[in-house]
């Protein structure tokens, strides 16, 4: 895979793709979004294509494959939901190519339109490809920008806080019973954790329109070198040893983050609880060197 094969094929597919859903009356609009058509980080040989589509029986797309099969030769597909709770239908096409279709219903659009807003994964790019009712001119940004970041409040900064070292303390308690498994899964969920804390640690630190994008995109673009360093040590191994020590880690990480946010914005959280929950599981670590649990 090059760039060049990418943007061959991508091209050649929003075509046949455009052509098919203009002779398909039950899709009204679609869009692309992401990063074949952003203005920053666009499409690399690796990109896949994402488009949104608004039809009348949004549910026939997202439940079947038929429709796909005649766009090209169709490896796998089946209906997922993004990052932001969208329905979607995934497609592996021969070659490895990918296509995303994000499948809404015409009144989710109809919505959209009679609230003038705008949908959130339009802010950084879009294309308009179809729009048989003409809509589309009242839901464009007048120009591409990063979305805007919701503010860090006292509730959300305090309650995130509280379930990192909640949740710290259950993973803990699996590394010393050698649940390897149920680490791995307690991980992620610290890691989500751990992640909203960096972006409001960045934005405190760069103001509120600082773009830390989403999930964890381009994270060693926007964060801070001396973070992105720290990184490194927070995933483990699947290893108990390993395990543990990244915990340690990820611990010491978020309570340095938790404060200095707390320094710069005033905001206040439980200290008790969060020396408590450092201290238990310091404590244990003399355990980790013995013999694993079985």
């Not at 497609?91 to 609230?115: A, K, P, R, Y």
């Not at 464009?140 to 949740?167: C, D, G, R, S, Y």
């Not at 303390?169 to 909203?196: G, H, P, S």
């Not at 969060?274 to 079985?294: C, D, N, Q, T």
Request: aromatic share 14%.
């Amino acid at each position: 895979m090059n760039e060049t094969d990418a943007t061959l094929f991508y091209s050649s597919f929003e075509s046949k793709f455009t052509n098919w859903a203009l002779d398909t009356d039950d899709i009204r609009a679609a869009f692309i979004v992401g990063s074949q058509v952003r203005e920053s980080h666009k499409a690399d040989a690796w990109s896949d294509m994402d488009i949104v589509i608004y039809a009348q029986n949004p549910k026939y797309y997202l439940e079947n494959d038929n429709w796909i099969k005649d766009l090209g030769n169709v490896i796998c597909s089946f209906a997922f939901i993004t990052a932001g709770n969208d329905p979607e239908r995934l497609t592996l096409f021969e070659g490895g190519w990918q296509v995303d279709f994000v499948i809404h219903s015409i009144e989710n659009l109809q919505s959209i339109v009679l609230s003038k807003s705008i949908p959130n994964n339009f802010f950084r790019g879009v294309k308009v490809i179809i729009d048989k009712d003409n809509v589309s001119c009242n839901i464009l940004p007048k120009k591409f920008h990063a979305p805007v970041n919701m503010p860090v409040t006292q509730e959300k900064f305090a309650n995130t806080i509280q379930m990192f070292w909640f949740a710290a303390i259950y993973m803990a308690k699996q590394v010393l019973r050698n649940e390897l498994w149920i680490v791995k899964m307690r991980d992620w969920d610290l890691k989500i954790l751990m992640l909203q804390i960096v972006e409001w640690h960045e934005q405190v630190l760069n103001g509120n329109d600082y773009d830390t994008w989403h999930a964890g995109r381009f994270i060693h673009d926007w964060v801070n070198a001396d973070i992105y360093k720290e990184l490194y040590k927070v995933f483990a191994h699947f290893d108990r040893v390993d395990s543990w020590d990244g915990l340690l880690a990820s611990i010491s990480l978020f309570k340095t983050l938790s404060q200095e946010i707390e320094e710069k914005t005033g905001f206040t959280y439980s200290h008790e609880f969060e020396s408590y929950a450092y201290s238990w599981i310091r404590s244990h670590s003399s355990l980790i060197k013995s013999s694993p649990v079985v």
